[in-house]
């Protein structure tokens, strides 16, 4: 491979934004994005097949939406699978995924603060990209639960990016810390700043056919240590 190969696009949340509406509007349902971007999640974590238990904490946004299309994958594959929910409220593709969980019998618990599941692979889908400053209340609560149980030694996977970090600068109050993150669509510009590395563990980047409506930055992913895979 010649160093052009290594050179992967960097892109602010405004463009991504933009970017999932563009193919969104070319005839891509959101849901066919969602179901890739679950898809992504899964063959990028090389932890299912050994774990006795995963819970997946969902928000109730798309990134929830995400965590809810895995885990109907990790119960078609007959991994134990759970949902901690910090919301009943899901429109959109995330209410079809977790309309589709309910109806296979997943099991979707409220989060109630003090809750602490007892999993040896916890899924982060609480805050997207387009989180800005600190979180709030429960979601505060969930950070700091699940950084508990990585610091005991669960395994940590943050879909798309650390819940409570800034996806253009990198900055958080209070952030998921992770052993691995996987970035649905592109690179995003804050995932690489010196103090998100430090919270994201290694990282990989799941392209599910959403491309850059605006060129912007290119870094060589080998530099970072990223992976990336992509998924149609």
Not at 1 to 14: A, G, N
Not at 194 to 205: C, D, E, K, N, R
Request: with cysteine; net charge negative.
């Amino acid at each position: 491979r010649s160093k052009q190969d290594y050179m992967i696009d960097l892109v602010s949340v405004e463009n991504m934004r933009l970017s999932d509406q563009a193919t969104i509007a070319s005839g891509v349902p959101g849901a066919v994005l969602m179901e890739r971007a679950a898809r992504g999640i899964y063959l990028s974590c090389d932890k299912w097949k050994d774990a006795k238990s995963v819970c997946i904490v969902t928000g109730s946004g798309n990134n929830g939406g995400d965590g809810y299309a895995l885990a109907l994958i990790l119960a078609e594959n007959n991994i134990p699978v759970k949902i901690l929910s910090l919301s009943d409220k899901s429109s959109g593709d995330a209410g079809y995924y977790r309309d589709q969980c309910i109806a296979s019998g997943i099991t979707i618990t409220p989060y109630e603060e003090g809750a602490t599941p007892d999993c040896d692979i916890i899924v982060d889908c609480l805050l997207g990209t387009g989180f800005r400053g600190a979180p709030r209340d429960n979601y505060a609560r969930a950070i700091t639960m699940i950084n508990e149980l990585h610091d005991k030694g669960c395994y940590v996977l943050s879909a798309d990016i650390n819940s409570g970090m800034n996806g253009d600068t990198g900055e958080f109050d209070c952030c998921v810390m992770s052993d691995i993150t996987v970035s649905i669509g592109q690179l995003k510009k804050g995932q690489i700043a010196p103090g998100a590395l430090s919270a994201a563990g290694s990282i990989t980047v799941a392209y599910i056919g959403i491309r850059p409506v605006t060129a912007e930055d290119q870094v060589d992913e080998s530099y970072f240590g990223i992976k990336c895979i992509c998924i149609d």
